[in-house]
């Protein structure tokens, strides 16, 4: 089996399947070995039995300002033009906090990241515009800042705002889904939902954004479907790199790639629930966070992501957030970056580049916090140096 190929890649996710198909196409022949009975990694996607198409390992939605890995995934779909918009859903605890005339429950919205008609949301016009033009002034030409650093300010008023969108956006959500306060864990992390010096309400601000307009699956389809590609599903790549010596490009786990040596590295967990209704529509937008309340810490509702028109049926998925145990069945979804952990990695690192012929990629292998078009442009630049 060894000598049909040249390189072997361990998953079929976006780092093995776009550093297979730029490999193929330099004429190299390729070996992808995948666990799963499917390709696509965590972006893949499937009708449910509703006939909706789902994401079955959580919603993801397409966006880059990195032109090269655009045009590269561009080659095998089409997109359907998308801006994802996310609301934060939340118990009212001040009555000027609801727009007049809107029936609620007692509860109240406003767009997700924290905006300046957030602030209206929350506080009513008046005073919402009235500190809206607070940030605007201590903050100029900024565009956005981060919780972390809203918090520093010392103004009252200013310090105010931030102990607000802190109690409102981000403590609960935070502690759902990581189980540590905002403080705790990388910073990095709640920087990718900054606080807004703008109406803009989309939820990312790349310059192309969109969902594949056939799904993910039928896009790795076609990124793998290529001469030099051979994909085997249901194959745990890591008994068969022990007998291949050309070079490896591998995405699963390091951990255990290296047999836990060093001991687990932590990550978190998520359960989803899925649940399809006989309605056109369940919510207004396609994500809608529970940014204080409920187990969950937010519901996506397909059809608003994918466009794809049902009538009388809809699926949603709520998600929970837990720590990973490495028990069967159990997928480990994030990466929980802290110096310690980054430790950890380092020492499993150091046993991969004792092997000059393994090459670690992707969000598992590299222990990151990696959105797709990273993941993407990582796998194309390993590719041009091999
Ligand atoms: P994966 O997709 O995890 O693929 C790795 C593959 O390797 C898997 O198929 C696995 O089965 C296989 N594998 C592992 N070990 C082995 C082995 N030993 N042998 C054979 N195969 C193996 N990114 C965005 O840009 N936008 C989003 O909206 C977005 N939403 C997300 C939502 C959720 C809930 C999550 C968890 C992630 C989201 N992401 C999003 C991130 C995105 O999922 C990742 O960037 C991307 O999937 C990383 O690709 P990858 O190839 O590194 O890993
Ligand atoms: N976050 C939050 N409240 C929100 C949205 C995000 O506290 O309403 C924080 C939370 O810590 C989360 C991080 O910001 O883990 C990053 O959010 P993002 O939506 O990028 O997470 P992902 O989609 O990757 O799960």
């Not at 969108?165 to 609960?172: D, G, I, K, M, S």
Request: glycine share 6%; aromatic share 12%.
């Amino acid at each position: 089996m060894e000598k049909r190929y040249d390189v072997w890649v361990a998953g079929a996710g976006y780092a093995g399947a776009v550093a297979a198909r730029a490999l193929a196409e330099k004429g190299k022949r390729i070996l992808v070995l995948e666990r799963r009975d499917h390709i696509g990694g965590n972006a893949y996607d499937c009708l449910d039995e509703a006939g909706v198409l789902i994401h079955q390992y959580g919603p993801h939605i397409f966006h880059t300002n990195d032109k090269k890995a655009f045009e590269f995934l561009s080659r095998f779909t089409q997109w359907r033009r998308y801006q994802h918009r996310v609301i934060a859903n939340l118990p009212r605890d001040n009555p000027e906090a609801v727009p007049a005339g809107k029936k609620t429950d007692g509860r109240f919205f406003f767009p997700v990241p924290f905006n300046l008609d957030s602030l209206k949301n929350a506080f009513g016009e008046a005073e919402g515009k009235r500190l809206g033009q607070k940030l605007l002034d201590a903050y100029p030409a900024h565009g956005q800042v981060t919780i972390l650093e809203l918090r520093q300010n010392p103004d009252p008023e200013i310090s105010a705002i931030a102990d607000y969108v802190y109690e409102h956006v981000f403590v609960h959500y935070t502690m759902k889904q990581w189980g540590q306060t905002p403080e705790e864990i990388d910073p990095a992390t709640t920087a990718r939902v900054p606080v807004r010096l703008s109406r803009d309400d989309r939820y990312f601000q790349d310059a192309y954004q969109g969902m594949p307009a056939q799904g993910y699956t039928k896009m790795f389809e076609r990124m793998l479907d290529h001469p030099n590609i051979e994909v085997r599903l249901n194959t745990d790549a890591r008994p068969a790199l022990k007998e291949f010596q050309g070079p490896i490009i591998y995405t699963g786990q390091v951990d255990e790639l290296f047999d836990y040596q060093y001991g687990p590295l932590p990550y978190r967990t998520l359960d989803f629930q899925f649940e399809t209704l006989p309605q056109d529509v369940f919510q207004s937008h396609g994500t809608v966070n529970y940014t204080v309340d409920q187990d969950y810490t937010r519901i996506t509702e397909f059809k608003h992501l994918t466009g794809q028109k049902l009538p009388g049926v809809t699926t949603i998925v709520k998600e929970y957030s837990r720590p990973y145990t490495g028990a069967e069945g159990e997928t480990p979804y994030y990466a929980i970056i802290n110096p310690e952990n980054n430790a950890l990695y380092a020492k499993y690192k150091a046993e991969a580049d004792k092997k000059p012929q393994l090459h670690l990629l992707g969000r598992l292998a590299e222990y990151k916090y990696y959105n797709m078009d990273a993941i993407a442009a990582r796998a194309l630049d390993l590719a041009e140096r091999l």
